[in-house]
Nanobody, 125 residues
Framework: QVRLLESGGGSVQSGGSLRLSCVGL????????MGWVRQAPGKEREGVAAMDHYGHASYLDSVKGRFTVSRDKDKNTLYLQMDSLEPDDTAMYYC???????????????????WGQGTQVTVSS
């Protein structure tokens, strides 16, 4: 059974930082396309960051320069370092994994098969 467990969410003030973690249980993250997807109340789901199995990353324009996605292969864990957080970053953040064709692994791919339970990020002004 594949399980993705997120942690690291919380409440911070504008300008603060958080680091999200996603551990794969029963699932080897190394060959997968991995992504962080967020959804705020009343808004559509959007891909925030994605990383293919080569380690190539892509980011939503609004988070470029502020968010960094990384992968620790030994710990089978995906991270999202979020700096300079803004109130518009407030959302439920989900870790997701799948094996689409490599050229499709980007923030625009959100039809992942495997999803975590989500972790809430709240940024106050």
């Amino acid at each position: 059974q594949v399980r993705l467990l997120e942690s690291g969410g919380g409440s911070v003030q504008s300008g603060g930082s958080l680091r999200l973690s996603c551990v794969g249980l029963g699932y080897d993250l190394r060959p997968a396309c991995m992504g962080w997807v967020r959804q705020a109340p009343g808004k559509e789901r959007e891909g925030v960051a994605a990383m293919d199995h080569y380690g190539h990353a892509s980011y939503l324009d609004s988070v470029k320069g502020r968010f960094t996605v990384s992968r620790d292969k030994d710990k089978n864990t995906l991270y999202l370092q979020m700096d300079s957080l803004e109130p518009d970053d407030t959302a439920m953040y989900y870790c997701a994994a799948d094996h689409p064709p490599p050229n499709l692994c980007s923030i625009y791919f959100t039809d992942y098969i495997n999803w975590g339970q989500g972790t809430q990020v709240t940024v106050s002004s």
